[in-house]
């Protein structure tokens, strides 16, 4: 692995009941978060090919992290996301380069198919920041039950020299979804968009 | 309404592989589970809320099986441990202390203590006595068995979890972070597995709910280099030492 990494964090969030309502089966959101060293901190670099690697390796480890926290197979994964801090030593391109060239190819086989764009967010922080990690259904983004975030958050990253990466994938969208819109049985799932 | 509605299940598990230093031939594993329930007692003052306690019992037992699966653990890989608890705002601190005797007994029991659950609970167990009166039958691990029964050899431990479970509570808002305590689970002296984890729950406690935490971890702080106690020189089995 071309990837530094020094801690490997994976949360799951299981929502039983939402203002007084029982969800059954319960919602449940894994994020999984690698805080990784940042080769170019402290120096600007054009090429940011190596970030991009590094964003591969972690759309495919982090992406399995997640389904093997929810304990479902691949094709049971429904909404996803995808974001990264940069310590203050990297520049908020490196994030840039992390998350979309080459993460998401890797992170759809780990959740099977995904024809929706990964919704994402970036930021630069220290230790201790928090990001919202933006959800989407995986084969539809217009699919409104399963917008959402969920807060990834590293006590101790990322320092300097370090990144942030977090993935986040679900097998449900909110707890009480009630707003109208394209209804997940409704996908057609070809466009990434119904 | 029933003392315990669980609203929310949350684990945390991290692999720390290095902080800078020499990786070490096996990453330490720390996890936490934070439990949200609907504080039964939020809102005004009541003086008797130990129903509460008993009734989380199995809220403690489901919380450690859920740990231990979310970190794909053993019990005998646990090595230290803590506990904690954070009130929303119309609830009182006393009301995160009802954990101390269910979080942290089943989280003992659940790795291999065989002591008086029901003496702790009124305040007269004695950890020691407990756990050298168990019978041998009960032991969890070879050498407890094979030095069983024979008093004057040093005293083996008849359990592995004989400290006290370090832990910290608060009252806080939604999101509020708590430092959780981790110490060895056999004698609290051990300076290599001295840690904290910090736990929090995006969105929790709402001002009416309770955030009810317990940690575990494999084994020492990932370079710990500062000497003291060692866990291969633990000899009193007194919990400390």
Known sequence: ?194 | MSLIQIRRVFTHVETILHEFGPAPAKPQIRGAVAAVLANPYAGEYHADILPMMEALNPVGLEMVNTLLSAMRMQPEDINSYGKGSIVGSAGELEHGALWHVPGGYAMRELLGWHGDRAGYTQGTGQSQNSAQATPANHSVGNAETNTAGKPGTAAPPRSRPLAIVPSTKKVGAPGATLDVPLTHITASYVRSHFDAMEVSVPGAPAADELVFILVMSTGARVHARVGGLAPECISQFDGQR
């Not at chain 1, 391109?93 to 967010?121: C, D, N, Q, T």
């Not at chain 1, 990834?152 to 370090?162: I, K």
């Open chain 1, 1 to 194: 692995m071309k990837t530094a990494i020094r801690k490997l964090i994976v949360q799951v969030d299981e929502t039983r009941v939402e203002m007084g309502q029982s969800i059954n089966p319960p919602t449940r959101r894994a994020v999984a978060i690698a805080v990784i060293e940042n080769p170019f901190a402290g120096r600007y670099e054009e090429n940011l090919e190596q970030l991009s690697d590094i964003g591969a390796e972690l759309g495919k480890l982090l992406g399995e992290k997640c389904v093997e926290a929810l304990n479902i197979e691949p094709s049971q994964a429904e909404s996803y996301g995808k974001a990264a801090i940069v310590g203050e030593g990297g520049e908020l391109e490196h994030a840039a380069a992390i998350l979309h060239p080459k993460l998401g190819a890797p992170l759809r086989e780990a959740v099977e198919k995904g024809a929706a764009l990964v919704p994402s967010a970036k930021k630069m922080g220290g230790l201790g920041a928090a990001i919202d990690v933006p959800l989407g259904h995986k084969d539809a983004a217009f699919v409104r039950s399963h917008f959402d975030a969920i807060e990834a958050r590293v006590s101790d990253a990322p320092r300097a020299n370090e990144i942030v990466v977090a993935v986040a994938v679900t097998d449900s969208g909110r707890p009480l979804p009630r707003i109208g819109g394209l209804q997940k049985h409704e996908i057609k799932g070809q466009d990434g968009l119904r």
